[in-house]
C-alpha cells in the first residue's frame, strides 16, 4: 500500500486565519491527490482533487501539488468553527490510500 | 442526492460469530469499495469490486472475509469468524469511475466481544 503521511496534528487556529495542512507521499508514480473531511464519528467526504503541479482554488480551499518533492497541501482561508474536523489526505492508485489525518480546531 | 446507504449502523457479535455488512452504492456507480477504520487510527482499504468480481484486495483481506454483489443493488460484506481484532467503523464507498472521487457511506460499526 502507496505511504501517506501527514502531520497529526492537532492544528489550532482562530478564525479567520489561514490553516496550512501537509502532505507527503511515498510513489513517485502517483497521479492523482484528494483531500477528504471527516468529522468525529461521520464518514470522509471528498473536498477536492489535484491531479497537476501547481494550485488548485475551490472556494476558501486551495490545493497545492509539487510532484518533484512528492509534496501536496490543502490551505483553508477564512477558517470558521464549521471546519474544525479531520483532514484526510489520500493518493489514488486505482484505490485511495489515506493518510493518518490532521485533526483542525478552529477556535472562535 | 443520491446517497451510499449501509446497515446495520450499528453491530455487537460475540467473537467467533459470522456478520455480514450491507450497502446500497449509489445507482450508476460501477466500483464499489469497503474501507475500515479503527477507532483513532486511519481509514484503510480492504477490497475494491467491479464487473461482479474483486479487483483488487488488501493484506487485511485475508480468508475470513469475503464479498458479494448478491444483486443489481446490494453490495455485501462477510466476515465469517469475527475476531476482537475485528471492531472497527466499516465503510462502504462507490464511485463510477475509478478516479478517486468516492462517495462513503455512513459507515457500520462492528463491536466485537
Known amino acids: 500500500q502507496k505511504e501517506v503521511e501527514q502531520n497529526s496534528g492537532p492544528l489550532s487556529v482562530p478564525e479567520g486565519a489561514i490553516a496550512s495542512l501537509n502532505c507527503t507521499y511515498s510513489?513517485?508514480?502517483?497521479?492523482?491527490f484528494f483531500w477528504y473531511r471527516q468529522y468525529s464519528g461521520k464518514s470522509p467526504e471528498l473536498i477536492m482533487f489535484?491531479?497537476?503541479?501547481g494550485d488548485k482554488e475551490d472556494g476558501r480551499f486551495t490545493a497545492q501539488l509539487n510532484k518533484a518533492s512528492q509534496y501536496v497541501s490543502l490551505l483553508i482561508r477564512d477558517s470558521q468553527p464549521s471546519d474544525s474536523a479531520t483532514y484526510l489526505c489520500?493518493?489514488?492508485?486505482?484505490?485511495?490510500?489515506f493518510g493518518a489525518g490532521t485533526t483542525v480546531t478552529v477556535r472562535a | 442526492e443520491p446517497e451510499v446507504t449501509q446497515t446495520p449502523s450499528h453491530q455487537v457479535t460475540q467473537m467467533g460469530q459470522e456478520v455480514i455488512l450491507r450497502c446500497v452504492p449509489i445507482?450508476?456507480?460501477?466500483?464499489f469499495y469497503w474501507y475500515r477504520q479503527i477507532l483513532g487510527q486511519k481509514v484503510e482499504f480492504l477490497v475494491s469490486?467491479?464487473?461482479?468480481?474483486?479487483?483488487?484486495k488488501s493484506e487485511i483481506f485475508d480468508d475470513q472475509f469475503s464479498v458479494e454483489r448478491p444483486d443489481g443493488s446490494n453490495f455485501t460484506l462477510k466476515i465469517r469468524s469475527t475476531k476482537l481484532e475485528d471492531s472497527a467503523m466499516y465503510f462502504c464507498a462507490s464511485t463510477r469511475t475509478n478516479t478517486g472521487e468516492l462517495f462513503f457511506g455512513e459507515g457500520s460499526r462492528l463491536t466485537v466481544l
Open positions: 469490486f467491479y464487473n461482479n468480481e474483486i479487483s483488487e
Open positions: 489520500a493518493v489514488n492508485d486505482y484505490k485511495l490510500s
Open positions: 510513489d513517485r508514480g502517483s497521479q492523482s
Open positions: 445507482s450508476n456507480h460501477l466500483y
Open positions: 489535484i491531479y497537476s503541479n
